[in-house]
């Protein structure tokens, strides 16, 4: 059971780190004005995420 929680954890942080990665990323080449198609390629994020962080710039 423990192991179990533990992978289960491990899974929710890695997500976690992975999504702020491609948020810092995406802010990044919005910074740069690229278009949201190319930054939805590059970050794996959707056009509603991307239009998100473009409005809290």
Do not use: H, W
Request: proline share 2%; no cysteine; aromatic share 4%.
């Amino acid at each position: 059971m423990t192991q179990q929680v533990t992978q289960q954890v491990t899974q929710q942080v890695t997500q976690q780190v992975s999504m702020t990665m491609s948020n810092n990323f995406a802010v990044k080449l919005l910074e740069d004005n690229l278009p949201t198609e190319l930054i939805m390629k590059y970050t794996g994020l959707s056009e509603e995420e991307i239009k998100k962080l473009r409005e809290a710039l």
